[in-house]
């Protein structure tokens, strides 16, 4: 079956990013300017994925609201010949098909991934985790999520993607301990949430995007609640990769840019001004002009 669904789990507390994430859900924050859950839909429909899960929060309705017509705003604009806003306005509702479902507790990422069994049925399904923006592939670079699709077309296993990470930083990722290896692509043997820099078994770790049949559900079901007692998609992935089927990894080289942490996220931001056309050249222009005088 191809994989025609995507499932973004938007209901965490987002603390790390207080003040702004106390009534504005983390996932509106913006980015340039789109909130940063919309850089994961268009991902998304990049890679032929139009059917989308966003598992939300009470009192995250703005992420909603974003993505619904907004008749009020379209008049409006129609009204004062505001035309290429009421385009852009209009293409968000018509970006991709979208469903929420409701997390009432925050009870982990893994329990998040739980809710959209009903939404999967019996089809493979994409999680994308929207802190983590992939820009648009520029011309020399891979689509990773079309990669991935491609990788469990071939092989029917789950799939999910890992990076090279400095030592000093493995501690804060799921990492793998890779077995054989084919390319890009490498066996998971095993997976540890958050080692200790000493006992991480490579410095492959694990990001925001994987590729699952309904296999997880059930390994979720015997995932005991791990970490501050949240249930751990990582403990579930585990227990796939011990399975006969098994769980691959694509090894990325490319950007992926996380904005859930504040210095994160302004790097992520200037990356992704950087990458815009309509704003490119002014920026570069500040930001040497402010690195000189940073220049001791
Ligand atoms: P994070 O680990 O970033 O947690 O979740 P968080 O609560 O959003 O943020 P901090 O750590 O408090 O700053 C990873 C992804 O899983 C979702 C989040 O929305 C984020 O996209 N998530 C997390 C849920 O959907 N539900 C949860 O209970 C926890």
Redesign the pocket.
């Known amino acids: 079956m191809p994989v025609r669904k995507a499932v973004?789990?938007?209901?965490?507390?987002?603390?790390?990013?207080l003040p702004a994430?106390k009534a504005v859900p983390?996932?509106m924050i913006p980015v340039v300017d789109k909130p940063g859950i919309q850089y994961a839909v268009e991902e998304a429909t990049r890679c032929g994925i139009e059917d989308i899960l966003i598992?939300t929060?009470p009192g995250k309705e703005a992420i909603a609201d974003h993505f619904a017509a907004s008749e009020r705003l379209e008049a409006q604009l129609r009204s004062v010949g505001k035309n290429d806003e009421l385009a852009l306005v209009r293409s968000l509702s018509e970006l991709a098909d979208i469903s929420f479902v409701t997390?009432t507790?925050?009870?982990?990422?893994g329990?998040?991934v739980s809710l959209a069994s009903e939404y999967a049925g019996d089809e493979p399904f994409v999680v994308m985790?929207?802190?983590e923006i992939v820009p648009e592939p520029l011309e020399h670079e891979v689509e990773p999520l079309a990669r991935m699709i491609e990788v469990f077309d071939e092989r029917k296993a789950a799939v999910i993607v890992v990076q090279e990470v400095p030592g000093e930083e493995i501690s804060a990722y799921g990492v793998i301990e890779p077995g054989e290896s084919w390319g890009d692509v490498v066996e998971v043997r095993r997976i540890v949430e958050k080692p200790r820099a000493h006992e991480a078994p490579s410095n492959l770790a694990a990001r925001?995007r994987y590729i699952f049949t309904p296999d997880i559900f059930d390994a979720l079901a015997r995932t005991p609640g791990g970490i501050g007692s949240?249930i751990q998609l990582t403990d579930a992935i585990g227990l796939l990769a011990a399975e006969p089927q098994g769980c691959l990894a694509f090894v990325y080289a490319g950007t992926i840019l996380d904005v859930?942490?504040k210095i994160d996220y302004l790097r992520a931001s200037v990356e992704l001004a950087l990458r815009r056309e309509d704003l490119s050249k002014p920026f570069k222009e500040y930001l040497m002009e402010r690195a000189r005088s940073l220049e001791p």
Do not use: I
């Open positions: 973004l789990p938007a209901a965490g507390l987002g603390t790390r990013f994430t983390k996932e598992v929060a997390q507790e925050p009870l982990g990422f329990h998040a985790v929207p802190d925001g949240e859930g942490k």
